[in-house]
């Protein structure tokens, strides 16, 4: 099965990458998640230490473009098919890099791929 990881996960209820999280979960998406903090959001465990992650299919960002400058290298690392910059997170500098190394960069709102059924 497909797994996506939820990149700058927040613990917060009120974020939408919290939100994104309950939603994947729900729709029957294998789901990981990263962020500064560690916590369980809809069953899913947050991990702080990017090494733990593996055969990531899809990288949904939730990071603004100043701070995913640190995590470029990391992120090709993990080697996905795609990662997805949400509102917000638009980053051409990035996109191009990902591009560049044959990774799918998808500029739009995970929360509304999934209620449209094109996640």
């Known amino acids: 099965m497909d797994t996506t990881l939820v990149f700058g996960a927040s613990l917060k209820p009120n974020r939408y990458s919290n939100l994104v999280i309950h939603r994947l979960v729900g729709n029957g998406i294998k789901?990981?998640?990263?962020?500064?903090k560690s916590g369980v959001i809809g069953g899913v465990q947050v991990?702080?230490?990017?090494?733990?992650?593996?055969?990531?299919?899809?990288?949904t960002l939730y990071l603004n473009p100043h701070n995913?400058?640190?995590?470029?290298?990391?992120?090709i690392g993990l080697r996905p098919e795609r990662v997805i910059f949400?509102?917000?997170?638009?980053?051409p500098e990035f996109q191009n890099l990902l591009e560049s190394k044959g990774i799918e960069a998808q500029v739009a709102c995970t929360?509304?791929?999934?209620?449209?059924?094109q996640f």
Do not use: C, R
Request: aromatic residues 10%; charged residues 20%.
């Open 47 to 59: 991990k702080t230490n990017i090494e733990e992650f593996q055969n990531i299919q899809t990288i």
């Open 86 to 91: 949400n509102p917000g997170t638009e980053n």
């Open 68 to 75: 995913q400058k640190g995590y470029y290298d990391t992120i």
């Open 31 to 36: 789901t990981e998640a990263f962020g500064l």
């Open 111 to 117: 929360l509304v791929l999934l209620a449209t059924g």
